[in-house]
């Protein structure tokens, strides 16, 4: 008798009350149903059942029982796996009874159940396993986390804690069907003991997760998977598309980079997916971590066609995702300090304006001419002005604004200069705020209300002698400016103006520019510096870049600028050689006819500095494929393929869209406006480090007459369940304890039925259908073939123990020689495996070509 029916008698007659006879129905065996969807349209009296009483469990909140098949009175509103013992089944309707004192009974529709104590099986018995993934494609909530919840609705209560990506459950329901679904219910264990109390592990509420969204899940019921095959000798290509794999091994006999231009079928080359680092020139060949999930196979197929694969690990290639979205233009907004202290200072600074915005002109010109001479297409690369001016809180609507929008008119630029005028707004001497403005409400606003250009670089520029002073009239602080700064992705530079101090306190407002500004790069830095971590994290290694150096060039700017001393001494201490920069400009009363002589030097060497700058991203750019790290102590890589640019690109127009109708539900979205949403989206999923699933076409077999004798390019690999491997060991240690692997027709009939009983998981033999062979059953119950090919595993036990005349002792001697080879390696593998764990049961992959 199975183990798990003899656990339903004894917990049955232990726990359940005594009751009449045949009150209830008696439950369908789970051995002989493996969807409950056998049951909906089966007549009660031909179901095959068991000695248990019927117990069925709501599968979500807040459907009603009525009084009858027909009735709209509602007798009782159910819960989340609330138990029920079953009365009388109807068509598809169930009339069940409360598992309480109170005894409420109805009518339910039997859909709304889980009528069988375990999860969805194939015809071949192999269970439907979930596994939780990151979708390309817009998500709800958590980007590595999914929240089961108590129904299939979006507005359901959440059940239990979250369930990380890449750990696969059990699957019991689909919702509203399995052809198309929108939830699935999962649980940790593939079965549960009806009547097992609910502090039990094996019991209903102790082994379902709950609902997860469809589209957060990898269906997988296979127990197959691929690997790469550290032996192969030519490159691995992942297609998205089959017609485009099969027309690039058809045109091609050698080993050629796939590209649009050797791919006939192949319109966009982005649309390969190509891990690094196994290219044309080199193959990784490091064995995968023993824990990471492989390449489950969708599609079984030939293995000389193309195999269909789930990747569920695949991370986005960031640099080439920022690639796609490089500068190809040149933002800069001149911010001006407008208030009354900078009143003499304005035409210094239209004078700084005016040069830097030259020096960029002709630094520009320089770069293209230089371009031009190489013969490529030359991106358009705009190089854009703007003018805005921030001045005191009462000055109140006029306390930011933009004198002219961001423009390639040079003209028109000049002319905005001119128009910055100082303003006093009431201000009253004495007053704590005279000489301190508005400076975090300035930078934000240009930040934000400024005509940037999406795909431009943008750097603001700010000029001004005195720091901030909110007169409590908003809650902006240094780190909220500098969070600003990085979203938007905005290089900063400030220059600010020193002159002798005439009071306390106009020296105080210069210290407080200082401290100001430097607690922005500060903020900025940090949170950059957190990015390169996360980039260090994913273990790229940019060509020609010394990845350490960036992340130390950051953090000693981190370290310099956490002191908010200034110099203690001065009222300025300059940060510079940065795309975040603070410049310390000193003139005097006759700073205009010095200009020329210090001032502009100095001015000069800041716009050389501003111009050259880059921002992280860019540094981290390449022209051609990223990367790795080869250092043979490194984990291997190959298991993480780079999703490639086009791929990236959907995702982003995917991201955009969604984001833009929940934003802005009933404004017209423009594709720069989805673009730009769907890259900030995009980043904020790059900073929890994703891992995406995908689906892709490889060839198992590298094709060609020539490559015919080559190791395959992958390897077949099995999840087993540390149990199952016992539960196979068990025949062939009794084969070899009791007979030392020896077989012949005396005692093939015992050793025989042990093999039969190990395979399908009983104890007693009468549950073994004698009709089928030893490699039907074996088939049916791990969805593998049988490797061995001889004639024995291919006839039923009834033929066997009817006659084996027809079989040579030699035929039978290399049957036992085959079968104690196979417990060597099941023992090696048992004994000495690395196992990994989810929700409590352990789990191995085993090499296909190892087992029986």
Same mark, same amino acid.
């Given at each position: ?591 205009? %006819? +010095? /200009?020329?002589?210090? #001032?502009? !030097? $100095? ?6 500095? =501003?111009?050259?700058?880059?921002? *992280? ?94 190791? %395959? +390019? /992958?390897?077949?690999? #099995?999840? !087993? $369940? ?6 196979? =060991?068990?025949?062939?240690?009794? *084969? ?102 989810? !929700? ?13």
């Amino acid at each position: 008798m199975p183990n798990k029916i003899k656990f339903f008698f004894v917990i049955g007659f232990i726990l359940l009350p005594f009751c009449q006879a045949n009150a209830y129905l008696k439950a369908p065996n789970p051995f002989k149903y493996n969807s409950p969807e056998e049951l909906w349209d089966v007549a009660s009296p031909s179901i095959e059942t068991i000695l248990n009483d019927w117990y069925v469990f709501a599968n979500q909140d807040d459907f009603f029982l009525y009084e009858d098949m027909s009735s709209k009175n509602q007798v009782h509103k159910t819960s989340f796996l609330e138990k029920y013992k079953v009365i009388e089944k109807k068509s598809r309707f169930l009339f069940v009874e409360t598992y309480d004192d109170l005894k409420i009974r109805g009518w339910g529709n039997i859909e709304n159940f889980i009528t069988i104590p375990h999860a969805l099986r194939t015809a071949n018995t192999i269970t439907y396993k979930a596994l939780l993934v990151n979708r390309l494609k817009p998500i709800e909530g958590n980007v590595n986390t999914v929240i089961p919840l108590r129904s299939p609705s979006p507005k359901a209560k959440s059940y239990g804690p979250e369930i990380k990506i890449l750990e696969f459950a059990n699957i019991y329901s689909f919702y509203p069907d399995q052809k198309d679904p929108e939830y699935l219910l999962i649980g940790k264990l593939d079965v549960f003991f009806p009547l097992a109390p609910d502090r039990y592990s094996h019991s209903v509420k102790r082994v379902l997760l709950g609902w997860v969204p469809a589209e957060r899940v990898l269906i997988w019921n296979t127990r197959e998977a691929l690997q790469p095959n550290p032996k192969r000798k030519h490159p691995i290509y992942y297609f998205k598309k089959k017609d485009d794999l099969v027309s690039y091994y058809n045109n091609n006999q050698t080993d050629v980079f796939p590209s649009n231009k050797v791919i006939p079928s192949c319109e966009d080359s982005n649309n390969i997916l190509v891990i690094s680092p196994d290219n044309e020139n080199t193959i990784d060949k490091k064995k995968w971590p023993f824990d990471a999930f492989r390449y489950a196979v969708i599609d079984k197929s030939n293995i000389n066609e193309p195999f269909h694969i789930g990747i569920s690990n695949a991370i986005p290639a960031v640099i080439q995702v920022i690639e796609g979205s490089m500068p190809t233009g040149r933002d800069v907004v001149f911010l001006v300090d407008a208030t009354k202290s900078m009143e003499k200072y304005i035409p210094l600074a239209i004078k700084i304006a005016k040069k830097i915005m030259n020096d960029f002109r002709e630094k520009q010109k320089i770069q293209r001419e230089g371009i031009e001479k190489l013969d490529v297409d030359l991106p358009q690369n705009d190089l854009r002005f703007g003018i805005a001016v921030y001045r005191d809180y009462k000055c109140q609507s006029d306390v930011f604004e933009i004198i002219g929008e961001l423009t390639c008119d040079q003209d028109n630029v000049n002319s905005y200069l001119k128009n910055i005028k100082t303003t006093i707004c009431h201000e009253t001497e004495g007053d704590p705020a005279y000489y301190p403005e508005a400076l975090f409400r300035g930078i934000k606003d240009a930040a934000i209300a400024m005509n940037w250009n999406s795909k431009a670089m943008k750097q603001i520029i700010l000029i001004g002698d005195a720091g901030n002073d909110s007169r409590n009239m908003d809650h902006l602080t240094s780190k909220k400016i500098a969070n600003v700064l990085v979203q938007k992705n905005i290089s900063f530079s400030a220059i600010q103006i020193i002159n002798v101090p005439f009071n306390d306190d106009y020296e105080s407002a210069q210290r407080s520019f200082c401290k100001d500004i430097r607690l922005i790069i500060n903020g900025i830095a940090s949170e950059e510096l957190i990015k390169a971590v996360n980039f260090d994290k994913q273990e790229l290694m940019v060509q020609e870049t010394d990845y350490k150096l960036i992340k130390k060039e950051i953090q000693s700017i981190v370290d310099k600028t956490s002191s908010n001393t200034c110099c203690i001494h001065k009222v300025c201490c300059p940060v510079s050689k940065s795309r975040w920069s603070l410049e310390c400009l000193n003139v005097d009363d006759s700073y205009q %006819d +010095q /200009f020329n002589r210090q #001032v502009e !030097f $100095q001015i000069q060497n800041l716009a050389q500095q =501003l111009y050259e700058t880059k921002d *992280l991203l860019e540094k981290i750019r390449i022209k051609d494929k990223i990367i790795f790290k080869t250092d043979p102590n490194t984990p291997n890589y190959s298991f993480r393929p780079q999703l490639m640019l086009g791929i990236l690109s959907e995702l982003i127009h995917k991201l955009g869209a969604n984001v833009a109708k929940e934003k802005f539900p009933n404004k017209d979205h423009s594709q720069e406006m989805i673009i730009k949403l769907g890259i900030n989206e995009l980043n904020e999923y790059l900073n929890e480090a994703p891992e995406f699933f995908t689906d892709a076409y490889v060839m198992y077999r590298r094709p060609g007459k020539t490559y015919k004798n080559d190791p %395959d +390019q /992958f390897e077949k690999m #099995v999840l !087993f $369940q540390k149990k199952e491997i016992e539960k196979l =060991l068990f025949p062939l240690s009794f *084969l070899e304890d009791n007979y030392q692997c020896q077989i012949h027709p005396e005692n093939i009939k015992t050793i025989w039925i042990e093999f039969l009983k190990g395979i399908i998981g009983v104890t007693d033999s009468k549950y073994v259908d004698k009709s089928k062979s030893m490699k039907e059953l074996y088939e049916k119950q791990y969805g593998i073939s049988l490797r061995s090919k001889h004639p024995l595993l291919s006839i039923s036990y009834k033929e066997i123990c009817q006659n084996l005349t027809n079989y040579e002792s030699e035929t039978l001697d290399q049957l036992g020689v085959y079968l104690c080879e196979c417990q060597d390696k099941l023992k090696n593998i048992y004994h000495n495996s690395k196992y990994f764990s989810m !929700f409590g049961q352990k789990y191995l992959w085993v090499e296909a070509s190892i087992l029986p």
